[in-house]
């Protein structure tokens, strides 16, 4: 186990500690109701530490308050590594909030979201500032298509790319060899992309015309450029014929088990859910 983890584990087994002597002390019994659901989280967080656990994502008490609104109550679940995981849920029921959470475009009221990588590191999410989850290997899709229509599908991919160019701006400047060499290298690795997916017809063309479903497989397979562990993905088949769909349905599943990625993703459409997920996660008002 990463030293790192370690140090945070022990604080964490501290944390619990004092918890639980707290617990025995306390005799109101809404503040022992409270203090029972913290010792949960703990316990929840601290599972994920052990060596034999196999969870990517472990939310824990999930909270989230927009004003007076709360959207998200004591959610807690988790994500095994390689598995296809669906959140399902009425239209305004928190799903997206969930995923901004996960992301970091909203801070949660409260709760706990810990990502391990496949190196076994433990990265508390909430600690992170938005731009760097995707340094961890969190990527995400958002619920639209956000291709720019002023580039070609290449473009596309390799502005995709952007996060993990190496370049400083000193290279940039000055068009270094070695930026010459790490475009070619992420042109390739576009270009294999396209390929390995069928999409490689489409390199030249601009994102205005095409398919949405073709559209929406670009988006996702973009998500590649970033090297990727866990992929979230919000509502992927929104806007599909059922034929576009079930080609989705099968992009999916390529792409977790060609890139052995873990894919997180939030669906109306339950044939989707029911076809590609392994396990799914209901959450309602
Ligand atoms: N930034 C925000 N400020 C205030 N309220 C918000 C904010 N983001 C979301 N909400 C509210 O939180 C609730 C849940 O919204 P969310 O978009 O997470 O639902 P959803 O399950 O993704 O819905 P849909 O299926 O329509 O995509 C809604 O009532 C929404 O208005
Ligand atoms: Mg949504």
Do not use: W
Not at 81 to 99: D, M, S
Request: net charge negative; glycine share 6%.
């Amino acid at each position: 186990m990463a030293e790192y983890n370690k140090e945070v584990l022990v604080g964490l087994q501290g944390k619990l500690k004092a918890l639980k002597g707290a617990y025995s002390a306390e005799s109101n019994p809404e503040l022992k109701l409270e203090l029972k659901e913290e010792i949960e989280k703990y316990e929840n967080i601290v599972s994920l530490y052990d060596p034999k656990n196999n969870d990517v994502l472990k939310i824990s008490n999930l909270y989230m308050q927009f004003g007076g609104l709360k959207v998200i109550k004591n959610l807690s679940f988790d994500i095994n590594r390689g598995e296809i995981f669906g959140l399902i849920g009425p239209n305004g029921a928190g799903k997206t909030t969930v995923f901004n959470c996960v992301t970091q475009f909203y801070k949660p009221t409260s709760g706990d979201i810990r990502f391990k990588n496949s190196h076994n590191e433990i990265v508390n999410l909430l600690e992170l500032k938005v731009h760097d989850v995707i340094d961890y290997g969190v990527v995400r899709t958002f619920q639209n298509i956000e291709l720019i229509t002023e580039l070609t599908i290449l473009e596309n991919m390799l502005v995709g790319a952007h996060k993990s160019y190496r370049s400083n701006l000193f290279k940039q400047m000055f068009h270094t060899k070695s930026l010459m060499e790490e475009e070619k290298v992420t042109r390739a690795k576009a270009l294999k992309i396209l390929e390995e997916f069928g999409l490689l017809d489409y390199k030249d063309n601009y994102p205005v015309g095409l398919p949405y479903g073709v559209l929406k497989r670009i988006e996702f397979a973009r998500t590649l450029m970033l090297n990727p562990e866990l992929i979230i993905l919000d509502e992927p088949a929104a806007g599909l014929n059922e034929s576009e769909t079930i080609e989705l349905t099968q992009f999916i599943k390529d792409v977790r088990d060609k890139y052995n990625v873990t894919i997180f993703l939030v669906e109306h459409d339950m044939g989707l859910v029911m076809n590609v997920c392994d396990r799914i996660c209901a959450i309602s008002f």
